[in-house]
């Protein structure tokens, strides 16, 4: 059976006990940290200094999975790749060097991720198919943990899935924003392959029965 892959949002983590909190999601059943970058430029709030960046990438044992809202990813980019990214997401919207981050990735040994908001249509964005490693669909608009999950997500899995599978690209379909158990079988059901949840798994004292309920 495929794996239910989980990656934990530090989002609305607590920041000042940081190792803290990155020894709990170390010790849990998860497989990624899901660490969202945020410049007050693409979305209103910012998200993380360098600082913090570091602590998560010192502490961290599980695979860093890197979500770039920013206006200019070429920046980010390789400060990523130097603590430890597994993926880097970079945004398709607002974003005219998208083509060329996704090779910056790859070329940097990391698996790139495009990741779209939840008004961009599959039908835009599919001819960037055979060059990324993972599609990012966003189920909530970017920038806040803690929102409420769009049912048309489901529609949007459903039709990269089928294209993914007609064209037999390598893509892992990861979803982002407002997951918790109750949609969680569903998601993975129409084929998707990682589930990022934050404020579900962090407001559970137990993050391994959190991240259990959400491969159910
Ligand atoms: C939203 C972020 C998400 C968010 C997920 O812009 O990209 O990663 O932290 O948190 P929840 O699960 O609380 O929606
Ligand atoms: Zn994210």
């Known amino acids: 059976m495929k794996k239910k892959e989980i990656s934990v949002s530090i989002l609305d983590c607590n920041f000042n006990n940081?190792?803290?909190?990155?020894?709990?999601?170390?010790?849990?059943?998860s497989d990624y940290i899901h660490v969202d970058i945020m410049d007050g430029k693409f979305v209103p709030n910012i998200a993380f200094d360098?600082?913090?960046?570091?602590?998560?990438?010192?502490y961290s044992t599980k695979k860093l999975d890197y979500h770039l809202m920013v206006k200019n990813p070429n920046d980010y980019i390789l400060k990523c790749a130097k603590n430890s990214a597994d993926i880097i997401s970079v945004h398709y919207?607002?974003?005219d060097n998208v083509y060329n981050n996704l090779i910056s990735i790859k070329k940097l040994g990391c698996k790139a991720g495009l990741a779209i908001n939840p008004s961009t249509k599959i039908s835009e964005v599919s001819k960037l198919f055979k060059d990324i490693d993972i599609l990012l669909l966003m189920s909530v608009q970017p920038g806040k943990g803690g929102q409420k999950f769009l049912d048309s997500t489901f529609n949007k899995i459903?039709?990269?899935?089928?294209?993914?599978?007609?064209?037999?690209?390598?893509?892992?379909?990861?979803?982002?924003?407002?997951i918790d158990n109750k949609v969680s079988r569903k998601l993975f059901d129409l084929g998707s392959n990682?589930?990022?949840?934050?404020?579900?798994?962090?407001?559970?004292?137990?993050?391994?029965s959190a991240i259990t309920s959400l491969r159910d």
Not at 194 to 208: E, P, R
Request: glycine content about 4%; charged content about 35%; overall charge positive.
């Open 18 to 29: 940081i190792k803290k909190e990155i020894n709990k999601i170390n010790n849990s059943n």
């Open 93 to 95: 919207e607002e974003n």
């Open 194 to 208: 990682i589930l990022v949840s934050g404020s579900y798994i962090i407001k559970n004292k137990n993050f391994n």
């Open 50 to 58: 360098d600082e913090t960046i570091k602590k998560v990438n010192l």
């Open 158 to 178: 459903i039709d990269s899935k089928k294209l993914i599978d007609e064209m037999k690209y390598q893509v892992k379909i990861e979803i982002d924003g407002g």
